[in-house]
């Protein structure tokens, strides 16, 4: 069945979704979906995030023989759509669809009124894009290795643009410049749009993206790849090398992306969800168009997914404390 797209629904659901704190009804595996599914995607539309969840989510309802219906819901770094969800009947059919700001927000922002750990149940991860550090033509040096033998010289002389305070290139990139023992400052901009342009005119001299976004750029030789932050390297990117290979090993800055559950909603119901988007994400037409967004399917169980989440919030909390990361 066609997957419904209406890109905001925030102010006309916000009432209902904020108050419904009800015990969520019994569900049978053969019953479910019953009713449409309504997926929360903290983010702007149009974004990678917004458009994975669209794809993935459109299989799923097909595999399902329902419907569902994605409702944009951005703010506050992601806070608002997440807390929507916390606050959510737990009976299976809300859903999030969230990314990193999931372990990053709760110690960046300790009052966003949401546990990630205690108010939601992992359904599974279902893509990734590994983080892609790059350089301008005009940066003065052309390696990962000259760009860290330069900044050991010359420490604060260099900058760093993101999208934001507390957004996943900004932690992740404290952390491998806290592990490289560097200083780079960051220049944080109003989404990474911005962030990008002024990278590639030479005002910063460096980021974290994706590939995606990147590729473009690079085929022009505007700006160079310097290293890629995932455990081997890129397919797409033979002759780039990742970051765990400069003396940093295990090092990894992943942007993935997965959904989660309000605690409480039938164990049946996350049960079918989690076949339905581990099938997503490995169905060969998906697989193809995830690909060609520079974007990795992936599909886990929600076992898989909790350790994921598990891992990172303490992690982040680190970084967090360690680079004096304050909240915009």
Not at 138 to 150: G, K, L, Q, R
Not at 296 to 307: K, L, M, N, Q, S
């Amino acid at each position: 069945m066609p997957i419904n797209t209406p890109t905001r629904r925030l102010l006309l659901a916000a009432g209902g979704g904020l108050a419904a704190t009800l015990a969520a009804p019994a569900v049978r595996a053969a019953d479910y979906p019953s009713q449409p599914i309504r997926l929360i995607v903290p983010f702007p539309p149009g974004g990678t995030v917004d458009v994975t969840a669209r794809l993935v989510m459109g299989k799923v309802a097909e595999l399902l023989g329902g419907n569902v219906i994605i409702d944009s819901a951005p703010g506050a770094g992601g806070n608002v759509g997440t807390q929507r969800v916390s606050r959510a009947t737990p009976d299976g059919y809300t859903l999030l669809f969230t990314a990193p700001n999931h372990t990053i927000n709760p110690s960046l922002t300790p009052n966003s009124g949401f546990d990630p750990e205690r108010d939601f149940i992992p359904v599974s991860l279902v893509a990734q894009i590994a983080e892609l550090l790059i350089a301008p033509r005009s940066a003065p040096f052309t390696t990962f290795a000259e760009f860290v033998t330069y900044a050991r010289a010359n420490p604060g002389k260099l900058t760093y643009s993101s999208a934001g305070i507390g957004s996943h290139p900004h932690v992740t990139m404290e952390l491998m410049l806290k592990r490289l023992g560097l200083e780079v400052l960051h220049v944080p901009y109003r989404g990474a749009a911005p962030a990008f342009t002024d990278l590639v005119a030479g005002r910063v001299q460096l980021k974290l993206d994706s590939l995606a976004t990147s590729a473009a750029s690079m085929a022009e030789g505007s700006i160079r790849a310097l290293a890629i932050a995932s455990k081997e390297r890129s397919p797409k990117l033979p002759d780039v090398p990742t970051i765990a290979e400069h003396g940093l090993p295990g090092f990894e800055g992943i942007l993935w992306m997965g959904v989660v559950a309000p605690t409480g909603t039938p164990a049946e119901a996350i049960a079918a969800l989690s076949r339905a988007l581990m099938a997503a994400a490995r169905d060969p037409e998906v697989m193809a168009r995830l690909d060609r967004s520079g974007v990795e399917p992936v599909g886990t169980t929600p076992e898989e997914f909790r350790a994921i989440i598990a891992r990172e919030i303490p992690l982040w909390r680190q970084v967090i404390r360690d680079a004096n990361i304050r909240a915009e």
